[in-house]
């Protein structure tokens, strides 16, 4: 039972990742990869990018989506088609991925520290766990009670 459970909350995890990640804007990733063939010069590459993302009304989460996706598809085949070596491209890419690239999701850092010794960190994390555990029980229920 242990070990179905660990597997199950793998499977859960992979799939959460999966939806993030695959959830991307397919017109901005199209409008993104015609600026990367045509560019000839990263500057000019970034701004065209900052440009075309800042007129764009689009979440962050899907954003961050788009560009990881774009940064994964590139692989170093592609040197022999575009004018920008393909590292260079990934590095703008994850530059364009990070929050401090973007004035409106800056804030003024504010401490917030705590002083939380182990064992109250440790019962944070038993009781996510107690949580992902139940939530995931009740999926699988769900599921079994479906199928039968």
Not at 38 to 65: C, P, V
Not at 103 to 113: A, K
């Amino acid at each position: 039972m242990y070990v179905c459970m660990h597997v199950c909350m793998y499977v859960l995890y992979v799939c959460i990742y999966l939806y993030i990640y695959i959830d991307i804007d397919e017109e901005l990733y199209d409008k993104l990869i015609d600026l990367i063939a045509d560019a000839h010069a990263i500057h000019d590459l970034y701004t065209s990018m900052a440009d075309i993302i800042s007129d764009r009304a689009i979440s962050w989460t899907r954003l961050r989506s788009t560009l990881i996706f774009l940064e994964d598809t590139l692989t170093p085949v592609d040197n022999a088609i575009l004018h920008i070596d393909v590292e260079t491209i990934k590095q703008l890419l994850r530059r364009l991925a990070g929050p401090e690239q973007w004035p409106f999701l800056q804030q003024d850092l504010v401490d917030h520290s705590r002083d939380a010794d182990l064992a109250t960190l440790e019962d944070h994390c038993d009781q996510v766990g107690d949580i992902l555990r139940k939530e995931l029980l009740l999926l699988f229920q769900g599921h079994w009670e479906d199928t039968e």
